[in-house]
């Protein structure tokens, strides 16, 4: 009989270069801001066949673990899709950088399904969707027993989800139907003790009515850890983490 434990982990993207064998390599997001942050590289190589850095892009510390008290240093930016501008929450809860009219659009838009247009480092990328698929299938722990998981597959599930800590971060969004409301509208941070990630690529079989994640996928209780594009009301408007892969 499956026991019922749920472990909390981070799995952090940022900029980096790293060799054959990461598994034990620190790395700097060399930008500086808002100050040099060594990375630690996770070899999950075995598991899902590439790398992942130890935390989100911006973050200065790993995920305790906590998804009742996150550590807020640990969550790193938030970024709406396509724009390379970080969307920073502050100590005091204030939300700068947070375009509120961003649909995705324009000359400052950037093709993430490209590495190089990311805010990952050279060589690095944001997970595509048959990426983000296969971390969270493989993650994923059947702690209800509602599939034909087997026990060694559930012990295997629980031991990637702790390695890859996934962090609680919640979602940045603004609530507006028109221009006129949304120019006076505050940004806030949704569901914190969740934890959301954006693919590089958007869902275009998304129905606009839809308010769902395509990719939304549970890796533990309450169905927290969404990986995917937000459809309806926010669509790319919403600001989410962003973790980078390497093969």
Same mark, same amino acid.
């Given at each position: 009989?499956?026991?019922?434990?749920?472990?909390?982990?981070?799995?952090?993207?940022?900029?980096?270069?790293?060799?054959?064998?990461?598994?034990?390599?620190?790395?700097?997001?060399?930008?500086?801001?808002p100050?040099?942050?060594?990375?630690?590289?996770?070899?999950?190589k075995?598991?899902?066949?590439?790398?992942?850095?130890?935390?989100?892009?911006?973050?200065?510390?790993?995920?305790?673990?906590?998804?009742?008290?996150?550590?807020?240093?640990? %969550?790193?930016?938030?970024?709406?899709?396509?724009?390379?501008?970080?969307?920073?929450?502050?100590?005091?809860?204030?939300?700068?950088?947070?375009?509120?009219?961003?649909?995705?659009?324009?000359?400052t838009?950037?093709?993430?399904?490209?590495?190089?247009?990311?805010?990952?480092?050279?060589?690095w990328?944001?997970?595509?969707?048959?990426?983000?698929?296969?971390?969270?299938?493989?993650?994923?722990?059947?702690?209800?027993?509602?599939?034909?998981?087997?026990?060694?597959?559930?012990?295997?599930?629980?031991?990637l989800?702790? %390695?890859?800590?996934?962090?609680?971060?919640?979602?940045v969004?603004?609530?507006?139907?028109?221009?006129a409301?949304?120019?006076?509208?505050?940004?806030?941070?949704?569901?914190?003790?969740?934890?959301?990630?954006?693919?590089?690529?958007?869902?275009?079989?998304?129905?606009?009515?839809?308010?769902?994640?395509?990719n939304?996928?549970?890796?533990?209780?309450?169905?927290?850890?969404?990986l995917g594009?937000?459809?309806?009301?926010?669509?790319?408007?919403?600001?989410m983490?962003?973790?980078?892969?390497?093969?």
């Amino acid at each position: 009989m499956k026991k019922k434990y749920f472990f909390l982990a981070v799995i952090p993207f940022f900029m980096v270069s790293c060799g054959s064998d990461d598994s034990d390599k620190t790395v700097d997001d060399g930008t500086g801001t808002p100050g040099w942050t060594t990375y630690e590289v996770l070899n999950t190589k075995a598991e899902l066949g590439f790398y992942i850095l130890d935390r989100n892009v911006g973050a200065t510390e790993k995920y305790n673990g906590d998804s009742k008290n996150p550590n807020a240093a640990s %969550k790193g930016y938030y970024y709406q899709w396509g724009k390379n501008t970080p969307v920073k929450v502050n100590a005091d809860g204030t939300i700068s950088n947070y375009d509120k009219e961003w649909n995705a659009t324009g000359e400052t838009l950037k093709d993430w399904s490209k590495g190089e247009n990311t805010p990952c480092p050279a060589g690095w990328r944001i997970p595509n969707q048959a990426e983000m698929k296969k971390i969270t299938d493989a993650a994923w722990a059947d702690y209800d027993g509602m599939t034909d998981q087997t026990d060694a597959e559930f012990q295997a599930a629980k031991a990637l989800y702790k %390695k890859l800590l996934l962090a609680r971060t919640g979602y940045v969004r603004i609530v507006g139907a028109d221009v006129a409301t949304r120019a006076t509208a505050t940004p806030g941070v949704y569901l914190p003790t969740a934890a959301y990630l954006w693919a590089g690529a958007l869902n275009a079989d998304v129905p606009l009515s839809s308010r769902n994640f395509k990719n939304a996928y549970t890796l533990s209780d309450n169905s927290d850890i969404m990986l995917g594009k937000k459809g309806g009301e926010n669509e790319v408007n919403v600001a989410m983490p962003i973790r980078c892969i390497k093969d």
